[in-house]
């Protein structure tokens, strides 16, 4: 893979944006080979469904059956009534093929519909695992995985692994059953030409050995550049206003264009391996069909030899019933190759671990004080690249904590911390006297409300936005808390006030009245740990005084950690920690560290004189609402 992407960055601009999101997207380039452990694994999934797996297994064999017994059929009607000129046998004759052969097209119906319904019911249950799987692994694996590829997982490999499901796997063995019943049947009417038809075998088996690898690898390559391709397409939508705004439309395309191309050739090169697969396979099968003619007909001409033309021609219709599925087989091959990639692939993603669990016996903490006690805790995201460095601070209950300093200083990621997104690399963190190792993730969460800088949304109305928070919260309750954050009648002036579609991520609405929402969630939520994230930053400074009083309000009576660049917000904190390259460089009152003269009293300077144009800003806004009114 590696020697191809450099070949395509050679090819496409030397573009090394492209090289790098290749090395980079592609953990998963190299892959066990193929082989029946992931077709048992999924075969699992049918469990639930015995009774109608058991079934279509039944059918499956009465269907392999079915096709060589007509065969065989015209072969007694020839043979027999035919060839004695009975009438009245060969009008009985006809009559039991008719509905034999009505009886092929019964089996057939109820063998896909069984298929088709085995297969979505086992595609619903896999898809359902993993969403499930994913709502359950921590921050870390979403912080290291595109979205494109979770999406490709829950969508193109989850359809492949239906099509296998579906069709690939029951179609297969409805072939192979049809060729083992034909073998037998062809042993029956002549050994000497079935010897014949045995020498396919190892002519077949090299050329199979020759090219499963080469298909395996190719459909691998397939999917996996398809998943390069969808993460982009996913990182460029989610992007495209950083994208207009610095004229970054060529380079993206550019880069888009490298995928696909990438993908194409990929396919190109299974079209490719197909087309000398197949036609291989299907010439096989007329030189020994012409083979079996000539040695045949030798046979029934040669008058030593007790064959009859009723033979031979049985002989034919059944070689023919054991010859047209390998080029059959020979397709489904290529979509088992597919399919099994595809399912390699989701096994994959249900088999990540996250990186860390609950502890045997942890415990729900119950209702919380909200004592939080930091002692020397370091982090590292990536081993070797520290985040945090011997961190100790104590938070009382009821206290406010606000976290301020330069960005990638470590303050998100304290409070990461605190709500259990990670564990600590080294040294303790307690919730109430109780390690936080020992509490119950999901405990914990229903007892932390958390405000980020950018206010995260759902498809729906603002009141099922708001109701996030709490789920079984009357209407009344909810207008009750965005009551008290004293923005009701922001959200009525909305075009349907409460029933306002919020859009996707919240895109109807402007920055600040999203982020009034998520104000108003955790205001619902009543948690006991609050965690303010930037809540602010995303709002003007009018809107922001006028929530002064409302956080005040939100904060009051629950430990809050308040991460904030504007220190309008945090002035009032019982304590200011000053956070600066993984370490807390100083700690106050913001009276204290002012007094003090380092680098809060300087950080509070440099923000004194911003605030100088957004105070006159206010003040001519607040002198043309007057007069207006």
């Excluded at 082989?35 to 059918?59: E, G, H, S």
């Excluded at 060589?68 to 004759?93: C, F, H, Q, Y």
């Excluded at 306002?500 to 609405?509: A, H, S």
Aim: net charge neutral.
């Amino acid at each position: 893979m590696k020697r191809e992407d450099s070949r395509l960055n050679d090819q496409h601009g030397k573009s090394g944006a492209a090289l790098t999101f290749l090395h980079n997207s592609n953990p998963e380039a190299h892959s066990r080979p193929l082989d029946f452990a992931l077709i048992t694994r999924l075969f699992c999934f049918t469990r639930p469904y015995a009774i109608k797996r058991n079934l279509l297994l039944l059918l499956v064999v009465v269907r392999s059956i079915q096709l060589p017994a007509l065969a065989w059929a015209i072969t007694a009607v020839i043979k027999g009534p035919i060839e004695n000129r009975d009438t009245s046998g060969m009008m009985w004759g006809v009559l039991g093929f008719v509905v034999l052969a009505l009886s092929t097209q019964f089996v057939l119906h109820f063998r896909q519909r069984l298929a088709l319904e085995l297969g979505e019911a086992v595609v619903y249950d896999l898809r359902n695992e993993l969403f499930r799987h994913l709502q359950r692994l921590p921050m870390s694996f979403f912080n290291r995985t595109k979205l494109g590829r979770i999406i490709s997982r829950l969508n193109s490999d989850v359809n492949n692994v239906r099509i296998g499901v579906q069709e690939v796997l029951f179609v297969s063995l409805v072939q192979i059953g049809q060729m083992l019943t034909a073998a037998m049947l062809l042993l029956w009417f002549d050994w000497v030409l079935f010897m014949i038809v045995l020498a396919l075998v190892p002519v077949l088996w090299t050329i199979h050995h020759h090219f499963r690898p080469k298909l395996s690898t190719a459909h691998r390559n397939v999917q996996e550049s398809f998943s390069r391709v969808t993460a982009t397409l996913a990182e460029s939508v989610n992007g495209i206003r950083v994208t207009q705004a610095f004229v970054r439309q060529d380079q993206n395309a550019e880069l888009f264009r490298s995928l696909v191309t990438h993908h194409a050739e990929n396919h190109v090169t299974v079209a490719r391996t197909q087309g000398t697969l197949l036609p291989l396979l299907d010439l096989n099968s007329q030189l020994f069909m012409a083979v079996l003619l000539f040695v045949g007909g030798y046979r029934v001409l040669n008058p030593m030899i007790d064959a009859s033309v009723g033979d031979l021609i049985g002989f034919f219709l059944m070689a023919h019933l054991f010859f047209s599925p390998i080029t059959n087989l020979g397709l489904q091959y290529n979509q088992a190759l597919t399919s099994m990639a595809a399912a390699e692939r989701v096994f994959r993603l249900l088999d990540t671990q996250p990186d860390w669990c609950d502890r045997p016996g942890a415990i729900d903490p119950g209702a919380l004080d909200g004592r939080i006690e930091f002692r020397d805790v370091s982090f590292e995201y990536d081993p070797g690249r520290p985040v945090l460095q011997n961190v100790s601070f104590s938070a009382a209950p009821s206290q406010t904590v606000a976290l301020v300093g330069h960005t990638g200083g470590g303050k998100t990621t304290i409070t990461n911390l605190i709500a259990k997104f990670y564990l600590p690399t080294s040294g303790e963190l307690f919730i109430d006297g109780h390690d936080i190792q020992n509490l119950q993730s999901d405990a914990l969460h229903r007892r932390i409300g958390i405000v980020p800088q950018q206010g995260y949304l759902f498809t729906g109305t603002v009141m099922d936005n708001i109701r996030f928070g709490r789920s079984d919260a009357s209407a009344e309750e909810v207008i009750e808390a965005v009551n008290r954050l004293d923005c009701l009648d922001v959200i009525e002036s909305l075009a349907q006030g409460f029933e306002t579609d919020v859009g996707e991520r919240g895109g109807n609405l402007s920055l600040g009245e999203r982020q009034l929402v998520c104000f108003a969630r955790a205001m619902l939520a009543d948690p006991r740990i609050l965690i303010l994230d930037e809540a602010t930053s995303s709002i003007d400074t009018i809107t922001e005084l006028r929530l002064q009083q409302a956080l005040r309000l939100l904060i009051e009576g629950r430990t809050s950690f308040v991460v904030a660049h504007r220190l309008s917000t945090v002035r009032w904190a019982d304590l200011i920690l000053v956070v600066d390259h993984g370490q807390i460089i100083e700690r106050g009152t913001h009276g204290e560290l002012v007094a003090a003269g380092g680098a809060y009293a300087e950080l509070y300077r440099r923000f004194k004189l911003s605030s100088v144009p957004q105070r006159r800003q206010m003040a001519v806004t607040q002198g043309r609402q007057e007069a207006s009114a």
